[in-house]
């Protein structure tokens, strides 16, 4: 039988048998005739690693870079402040265990199978150095703003994420690991950093150290959910029993954080970061399981969670891609999603992941999850084509089709609890047979010049601008009027999100070959103001732009854009960056550089009506 067919944790059964281990489950793999290449393939990716020097931990600013060490880029914009050490070797920390995670399970994993002395002898290396890393997670990742004003000596603002990553790689390597394969000094190294770890922890949430840590604290982030898992996996590598009471505060923590997510599965993060918070949350759930605790693995957020991460694949191979998502771009042999559907196959059964696997990417992914997920056989079920997401991460979502030339739209609205999101409430994407029409310019790198003002900002997105009304992340909700196979009829409305502003209503009327938008605007009350719409379209060509008084029409290669004003209006195509069309095309400094029609009113007003209509050509 297969390791994980006979947990339906997607059917909400509260009594299922402890899953096997990490250790049991590798052996099965390995067992398996039918799998001698992607073994054969795990091995050989893990002699490449054991070519690669250990990573070491570095201790001055200066030194960040070496030994396989990273520097975040925002801490370049530190120059000679006394936080620019602090945060940089933060976070190089997290850099330094995203390593260990990624290289120590594999190499164990293949000593394992082959009993190799490379892999042994590179372990053995690798685990010494690590075992003089206490903390995992030194102090001053919170110190990402710049300021000049002095760091306190004994500045502490807790574990973070790489102690949820460092315990996970250090836990699961011990795992696999045969007995006696490491000298007795360096397992008790081992051991007594993840003991030393546990009251540190466990003093975080008591002291409240880390802003996420304050007051009844912010469980539904990752910054949460990370030291969350290193607690609870730390625990259970040194004795579930004898950190009895810091275990149950880490599984306290971690429904907790699941508790606080969407009904439906939605991570109020959004995709970017839910590729490893709740990588973080299975691997927990997982342990937990293994040790006899199915708490965590049969909560009802990880059963509406596949679906809701398998819908944000859209037309064309791009992706729903609100809040700092990344790029758009997402090829079938896209690593960070084919990970995380395996991890989901892997160690729930889900079979809208396993469909997923199968039918929209190529397969599992290539490494020791991979592998386990070709050990597994079940059911395949796909997802439905079109969806209203009322809790966190707040959207509508509908595809004519799962084929990559159909039509696509979603709409964004918003969500107290939503995080790491944009100033997007109202956004409208559309894709006609697979080719993009509108846009969003999608989230570059933290460091990004301008990434605060040309692409999280409301100017990155296809929403109002009201000048001198700075707009917030607030509440919007959306009505339903028609959702189903042919398309949709939805109102948003982000009145909420500009202060002082009387009503801002957005009504949307699709299918697969037009899109049309209402917008009525009522703005501040005696105060007329410049009011301006942005159209980002999904071409980097130049756009014609003709008309006059308030009726205009927009073309490009690709699409039509007509529009409909109240008001008199000036109607511009300018260029601005995006993270969206072609991730990591250069281009004047920037992702990319597509076009973008501007609407704005000719005068200051109070009151103003635009229809949209964008049809492919």
């Not at 994993?109 to 082959?114: I, L, M, P, V, W």
């Not at 959306?478 to 202060?499: F, H, K, M, S």
């Amino acid at each position: 039988m297969p390791p994980y067919a006979w947990i339906p944790v997607w059917c909400g059964l509260a009594a299922q048998p402890a899953p096997a281990g990490w250790a049991a489950l590798a052996d099965q793999a390995a067992q398996r005739p039918d799998l001698a290449e992607p073994l054969h393939n795990t091995v050989n990716w893990a002699r490449k690693v054991t070519a690669n020097p250990i990573v070491k931990r570095v201790h001055r600013y200066e030194d960040i870079g070496r030994d396989r060490s990273w520097l975040d880029g925002r801490a370049k914009f530190m120059g000679g402040q006394p936080r620019q050490a602090w945060f940089g070797l933060a976070m190089s920390d997290f850099g330094a265990t995203n390593i260990l995670l990624t290289e120590l399970p594999l190499l164990a994993f293949a000593y394992r199978c082959t009993r190799e002395e490379p892999f042994r002898a590179r372990i053995e290396a690798q685990l010494r150095e690590t075992a003089t890393w206490s903390p995992l997670q030194r102090p001053g990742w919170q110190l990402c703003v710049p300021a000049p004003d002095p760091v306190p000596a004994d500045y502490d603002d807790g574990s973070w994420l790489a102690t949820g990553q460092g315990v996970r790689a250090l836990a699961d390597t011990l795992e696999l690991l045969p007995d006696g394969a490491l000298p007795a000094d360096v397992t008790a190294g081992i051991h007594a950093l993840l003991r030393a770890e546990i009251p540190r922890i466990r003093d975080d949430w008591k002291l409240h150290h880390g802003w996420f840590r304050s007051g009844d604290g912010r469980p539904q982030t990752n910054q949460w959910v990370l030291p969350t898992e290193g607690l609870i996996r730390a625990c259970l590598a040194e004795g579930r029993e004898r950190f009895a009471a810091e275990y149950e505060l880490g599984v306290a923590n971690l429904l907790r954080a699941m508790d606080v997510q969407g009904r439906q599965g939605e991570f109020n993060e959004g995709i970017g970061y839910a590729m490893f918070t709740v990588g973080s949350m299975l691997a927990a759930a997982h342990a937990m399981a293994a040790d006899g605790d199915l708490r965590a693995l049969n909560h009802p957020f990880l059963s509406g969670f596949p679906t809701w991460a398998v819908e944000h694949l859209q037309p064309g191979r791009f992706r729903v891609n609100c809040f700092d998502g990344g790029g758009a771009r997402t090829p079938r042999d896209d690593w960070a999603t084919r990970g995380l559907l395996s991890t989901l196959v892997a160690f729930t059964g889900s079979p809208v992941a396993r469909f997923a696997l199968n039918r929209l990417y190529d397969s599992p992914s290539t490494d020791l999850v991979g592998l386990l997920t070709r050990a597994s056989t079940g059911p395949e079920e796909a997802p439905p084509l079109f969806a209203c997401y009322d809790g966190p991460a707040r959207r509508v979502n509908w595809r004519e089709s799962w084929d990559d030339a159909a039509s696509g739209v979603w709409i964004r609205g918003g969500h107290p609890l939503d995080s790491h999101d944009h100033f997007d409430r109202g956004h409208v994407n559309f894709i006609a047979a697979g080719q993009p029409l509108l846009i969003e310019a999608g989230t570059p790198s933290y460091d990004t010049p301008g990434i605060d003002r040309l692409y999280q900002s409301v100017a990155g997105h296809n929403v109002l601008e009201v000048t001198g009304l700075a707009a917030t992340r607030s509440p919007a909700p959306i009505t339903v009027a028609r959702l189903g196979p042919e398309g949709g009829d939805v109102t948003v409305d982000p009145t909420a999100c500009y202060p002082g502003l009387e009503r801002w209503l957005r009504h949307v009327v699709w299918d697969k070959a037009r899109l049309a938008v209402d917008d009525e605007v009522a703005g501040v009350p005696g105060r007329p103001a410049a009011l301006l719409f942005r159209w980002h379209l999904g071409t980097q060509a130049e756009a014609e732009v003709s008309g006059d008084a308030g009726r205009w029409t927009v073309r490009w290669p690709e699409g039509e854009i007509t529009l409909d004003s109240s008001l008199r209006v000036q109607v511009t195509a300018e260029k601005l960056p995006d993270n969206t069309v072609c991730l990591g095309q250069k281009d004047n400094g920037w992702d990319f550089l597509h076009t973008c029609v501007v609407v704005r009113t000719a005068e200051p007003a109070e009151t103003w009506r635009l229809s949209t209509t964008v049809t492919p050509r």
